[in-house]
């Protein structure tokens, strides 16, 4: 696999993005992308019940997850929870 460099503008790097712009980013629908982050898959900030992602940490995930399926992958995050 190919070493993909991220570059970021400086104000941008540490944006935190919600659920509804990570199912947008994937083109799916938010309780997908919710459940990607409840299974662990995907890392999260939590503050109160909102839960955001930082756009460094779902560019990661993309990267890591390339040509993976990313219900699998929820599946396998879920029993390796128990």
């Not at 460099?5 to 935190?16: E, G, S, T």
């Amino acid at each position: 696999m190919e070493n993909i460099q991220i570059i970021f503008k400086d104000d941008d790097a540490d944006r935190l993005l919600s659920l509804a712009e990570i199912a947008k980013r994937l083109g799916t629908n938010k309780t997908f992308a919710s459940a990607l982050v409840q299974s662990g898959a995907l890392p999260c900030v939590k503050f109160g019940r909102t839960r955001r992602v930082s756009r460094i940490t779902f560019q990661k995930f993309i990267q890591e997850h390339q040509g993976h399926d990313l219900y699998e992958v929820v599946k396998e995050c879920k029993k390796e929870k128990g």
